[in-house]
């Protein structure tokens, strides 16, 4: 943690492995702690003090955590480089549901999505080229989309998909850009 001001450093973690996620900060509605919400490379998910760096929890996964995390309705989600979306307890790291779908046996980006929660749903996309929408509650699913396109190769659909009023935003690295029905994925272009 750096000063912004500055620029001296207040604190420093080590996490154990290296940090390619971007951190995510949540502040606690009932005391006014700030946490910061990071993955590393050994798959561990932290929950860090912001003033002092001290560890809150941590969950193990046991794949890579390279993309950003998203807070809702009390719950953390991220995902792994191996296509698992987590849902944990924000405040305790307590693992509520996961949802994965199985890595392709062709060429992909090996990147990772940011999920999108609007709704009561969590969206996400995945090397194979599909866009999910889950129940936030219990990661059951409403619907799934193939943006592939026809394509085979690099379909990967990692980036964070987009809520605009009633309408998502979602590309597929080779299959191309997307606007969608939020509710049932239908595809409007």
């Known amino acids: 943690a750096i000063n912004t001001i500055t620029g001296k450093r207040l604190w420093a973690v080590d996490t154990g492995s ?65 296509d698992e979306l987590y849902a944990l307890d924000v405040t305790t790291g307590k693992y509520l549901w996961s949802y994965g779908r199985e890595l392709p046996d062709y060429f992909t980006l090996g990147g990772v999505s940011t999920p999108t929660v609007h709704d009561g749903l969590v969206i ?32 990967d659909v990692d980036g964070k998909p987009l809520v605009v009023g ?13 606007a969608l029905n939020l509710t049932d994925g239908a595809v409007r272009w």
């Open 166 to 178: 009633e309408w998502l935003y979602a590309a597929s690295h080779a299959g191309g850009l997307y």
């Open 124 to 155: 996400s996309g995945y090397a194979d080229g599909f866009l999910v929408a889950l129940y936030l509650d219990t990661g059951r699913e409403v619907w799934e989309l193939d943006l592939r396109n026809g394509e085979r190769d690099f379909v």
């Open 18 to 82: 290296r940090v390619d996620s971007q951190p995510t900060f949540y502040t606690d509605d009932f005391d006014g702690t700030v946490y910061i919400l990071m993955g590393n490379d050994d798959g561990a998910f932290l929950a860090l003090n912001a003033d002092d760096g001290s560890e809150v929890w941590r969950y193990e996964t046991r794949a890579e955590i390279d993309g950003g995390a998203v807070v809702a309705e009390g719950r953390v989600f991220f995902q792994t480089s191996t």
